[in-house]
């Protein structure tokens, strides 16, 4: 990272957005930032933060049953250690202090005796995804039972970054519009009823090569792209019903992970704010990206 600190950081974003988007609206957006992870995998001379790390066991608290949807043992993605990957994201991490997030996801595998019979047909239900946090002083490692997938452990470490709701690819975070446009958006036929094109359009690729050159963030070493990434604003390609989790503010992002799905796709682990607050893990909702 480029960045003395969170408030330099800032800074530098809030600059780029007023020079691309003006004043008024460059000032609103800027305003929307949050700190985040990305999270990249251990490579020689890097520790792992923690108990961070895609795949290998859960780590659950003595006694916590493995989730399931409908029946089907759910799959381990990832376990979310909060505290060691470092201070930059403290304004994002789960106010009720949860140390350790195992995120878990629809994923079963035939290869461990599922048969497919067409039931699994709805991944945007909160039961498709499971967020459950443990004590790392307590938590005991559990092994998936099948048919549920099993992958490698891969400790991962995280760079702190910072994340604007984003504004490229083929559509646009639903709480740009939001945004007071100041009448810049009035009697357009493209941007009245779509207002968040505006930012997009006027961004260009900018954000996107803030986001390579001065962060490392989607794009590192020989990286071209990777969604990985904790808390802040998720990189969204496609359209989500964002605007049903808000509630009335936007909602909370809990992690991104590229792994296990293939070139070009990702899930995204997000729940609404109150819940977030609350540490109501239960309404949260993976996105599946594929392309």
Known sequence: MGFASYEEACAKVRELCVDR????IGTQVAA??????????????????GHCRWGGPALLSPGT???EYDGIPLSLFAVLDVEALGP????????????????????????RGYVDDGSLQRSDDPRYCRVIPADPASAV???????????????????????????????YDPVLDTLDYGGETDGSIYYESL???????????????????????YQYDDVFFSPDQAFGWPHLEGHFPLQELSDG??????ITIGQYLGDGGYVHFVLPARAFREGDYSRTVAFLECF
């Open 21 to 24: 988007l003006g004043e008024h």
């Open 32 to 49: 929307l930032a949050r700190p985040a992870f990305g999270l990249r995998p251990v490579k020689p001379g890097t520790q792992p933060a």
């Open 65 to 67: 049953p493995w989730p």
């Open 88 to 111: 930059w994201a403290a304004d994002e991490r789960p106010p009720n202090g949860d140390r350790l997030l195992n995120v878990f996801y629809c994923d079963p595998d035939p290869r």
């Open 141 to 171: 490692e559990v092994t998936a039972p099948p048919p549920a997938s099993l992958h490698p452990a891969q400790p991962f470490y995280g760079v702190p970054v910072i994340t604007l709701p984003s504004a490229c690819g083929v559509d």
């Open 195 to 217: 207002p968040g094109w505006l930012v997009s359009d006027r961004f260009g690729e900018a954000w996107s090569e803030f986001c390579s050159k001065e962060q490392g963030l």
């Open 249 to 254: 503010e936007p909602y909370r992002h809990i």
